[in-house]
């Protein structure tokens, strides 16, 4: 498939380690936060989300921080698997002028090796 | 099974060109979006649209253009105003009780 994020960010991690994907975020009026995880050549698809006024929220495997003090969002992926290969975008939501709209970071690609 | 359908999965376009990428829901989501996914960034917003017949300009909507006139379908031209067309195209809809982006498998275009 194509490939997407050639020059992005790459985290590099042992099969079975944890990662941490980290992302700063502009908008201190944003309601939502969410993690995407896109294949190559595929759709972003859903990992997580926490609200704005939760700072940590679990999930299987995956651990979402929010600080919004420094307005950064973190990714915890635990046990990496080689399946969790892939590009990682974080992405901030909510209401402005227009409607509801969602702005995605830049993106992290993580490798895992076996 | 219920999701976002886009086609042309691939696309190649002659300079001057207009072309419309389709984007179809089954999930009876009111609120579908376009992104713009070039190498090395992020997605970019097009165009949204929150409910039949409304849209609205997103960050980079210079070159393209969309209809909403049924709630299942979210049509994007790309006209030959558009500089640098090549790209992979994204459409998604939203959930409406949360942020929840579902998106399609995406639209590869590329201007010969």
């Known amino acids: 498939g194509e490939s997407v994020g050639l020059h992005l960010p790459t985290l590099s991690v042992q099969e079975g380690d944890n990662s941490i994907i980290n992302c700063a975020y502009s908008?201190?009026?944003?309601?939502?936060f969410i993690w995407y995880k896109q294949e190559s050549g595929k759709g972003p698809q859903f990992i997580i989300d926490?609200?704005?006024n939760m700072d940590k929220r679990q999930g299987q495997r995956v651990t979402v921080l929010l600080n919004k003090t420094v307005k950064h969002l973190s990714l915890q992926i635990a046990a990496t698997q080689p399946g969790d290969s892939a590009v990682y975008f974080c992405?901030?939501?909510?209401w402005g002028t227009g409607g509801f709209k969602t702005i995605f970071g830049a993106g992290t690609r993580l490798f895992v090796k076996a | 099974d219920g999701g976002i359908t886009q086609s042309p999965k691939y696309l190649f376009r002659k300079e001057g060109q207009n072309v419309t990428l389709s984007c179809e829901q089954n999930?009876?989501?009111?609120?579908m979006y376009w992104y713009r996914q070039d190498p090395g960034q992020g997605l970019r917003l097009i165009y949204y649209?929150?409910?039949?017949?409304?849209?609205q300009k997103g960050d980079i909507a210079e070159g393209y253009s969309v209809s909403r006139e049924k709630k299942e379908s979210f049509p994007l031209t790309v006209t030959s105003a558009q500089k640098n067309p090549t790209a992979f195209y994204l459409c998604?809809?939203?959930?409406?009780?949360?942020?929840?982006?579902?998106f399609g498998e995406g639209s590869r275009l590329t201007v010969l």
């Open positions: 908008n201190s009026a944003s309601d939502y």
């Open positions: 992405a901030e939501t909510g």
């Open positions: 999930l009876n989501h009111d609120a």
């Open positions: 998604a809809s939203r959930r409406s009780n949360t942020g929840e982006l579902f």
């Open positions: 649209s929150q409910i039949v017949n409304d849209f």
């Open positions: 926490i609200r704005s």
